[in-house]
């Protein structure tokens, strides 16, 4: 087994889990968000002739890439190889991954009509994933699984832009111009992404993390208008499963005080707040994930491991802190740098 302590111990005692939870740790935890894939060779040797949604959907692959990365960084957990538009083609969406893309849906949302192309995730839907949660969680150890869903607006954004949008037009004019399809468009994929973390909770994951992509393009007003019902929906439909659940968005700095509200244990923080600036936001009532630029790995070690320094300084004002980059990682990361990273962490917070 990869857990890092002894075989019989558990996760929800693991650094990570603890310090979503405000407790006491030996070590300040690391994982890195797209740590599972993209910029190791051993993955893209693995991935080669394969596609994406396939990929996500075949356990030996899924298994194999989720537990990469831990093996190489010895990162303090897992997170769990798949997509945020996954359970979309679960209930049915014709989605593809294009490379260089991104989602792409063949029918983009246009109507109250496409509703009906949006029905409830259950678990008959999904089986490979439990399946490959209770393969990596066997596998795992002591280390924590982090599951992870996309949040309602990020999934409603995709599929009435039809893939990424730099400024999305069609989303906004959907949200004010009929907003009670907007809200019923959303209430649906809150079902959804909640009953995904769900699936992977039960088969074993020790954390879950809701991922709300495009949230930062919104305006406050707008966000806790038309967006916040909707995820504080996905986290309170997770809360009885008693595992941490970490919010994060991108871009997203003068929404976190609402973010924080939603019901979560861990707010993720972004690279362009400072977590001095975001512990002032939101006060002690949750921890903080994060916030290393990804871009930075490109740059000198030793500007990396100030900036390292200084994000462990201002984290240990949190109630928890768990280092993180501030978004993913980028495809063409030195992965050694990565390793560094995590060592340099784990050595300058022991205790």
Not at 11 to 16: G, H, K, Q
Not at 128 to 155: H, Q
Not at 159 to 167: A, C, D, H, I, Y
Not at 242 to 255: K, N
């Amino acid at each position: 087994m990869i857990g890092r302590v002894t075989a019989d111990a558990d996760p929800a005692d693991s650094p990570l889990v603890r310090a979503a939870r405000g407790l006491p740790v030996e070590h300040t935890p690391v994982w890195f968000m797209r740590q599972a894939g993209r910029s190791l060779p051993e993955y893209r040797e693995l991935r080669a002739g394969t596609n994406m949604l396939q990929a996500c959907r075949t356990p030996d692959l899924v298994t194999e890439i989720t537990l990469q990365p831990v093996r190489r960084h010895r990162v303090d957990a897992a997170v769990f190889f798949s997509d945020i538009v996954v359970p979309l083609q679960a209930v049915g969406v014709d989605v593809d991954i294009e490379p260089g893309v991104g989602p792409v849906m063949d029918r983009p949302f246009r109507g109250r009509e496409d509703l009906e192309r949006l029905p409830e995730l259950t678990p008959d839907m999904v089986p490979d994933i439990a399946e490959s949660v209770r393969r990596i969680v066997l596998e795992l150890g002591a280390t924590p699984l982090v599951g992870f869903a996309g949040a309602p607006f990020t999934l409603a954004s995709y599929l009435v832009e039809g893939g990424p949008s730099r400024n999305h037009e069609e989303t906004k004019a959907l949200m004010h111009g009929d907003p009670q399809l907007w809200h019923d468009l959303c209430s649906r994929l809150a079902v959804i992404s909640a009953a995904f973390l769900r699936v992977q909770v039960e088969a074993g994951a020790s954390a879950v993390q809701l991922f709300d992509s495009w949230a930062g393009f919104l305006s406050r007003a707008d966000y806790v208008r038309h967006v916040l019902p909707h995820s504080e929906a996905v986290l309170a439909d997770v809360a009885d499963l008693q595992v941490p659940r970490i919010h994060f968005g991108v871009g997203t700095g003068e929404l976190l005080t609402d973010m924080a509200g939603a019901g979560c244990e861990v707010l993720g923080v972004d690279y362009r707040v400072s977590l001095t600036d975001a512990i002032e936001r939101v006060g002690q009532g949750v921890s903080v994930q994060g916030n290393l630029d990804p871009a930075l790995l490109f740059a000198p070690w030793d500007v990396i491991e100030q900036e390292v320094r200084r994000i462990l300084g201002e984290g240990s004002a949190a109630r928890g802190h768990i280092f993180n980059l501030g978004h993913g990682v980028l495809p063409d990361t030195d992965p050694v740098v990565l390793t560094r990273v995590v060592q340099l962490v784990h050595e300058l917070t022991a205790r």
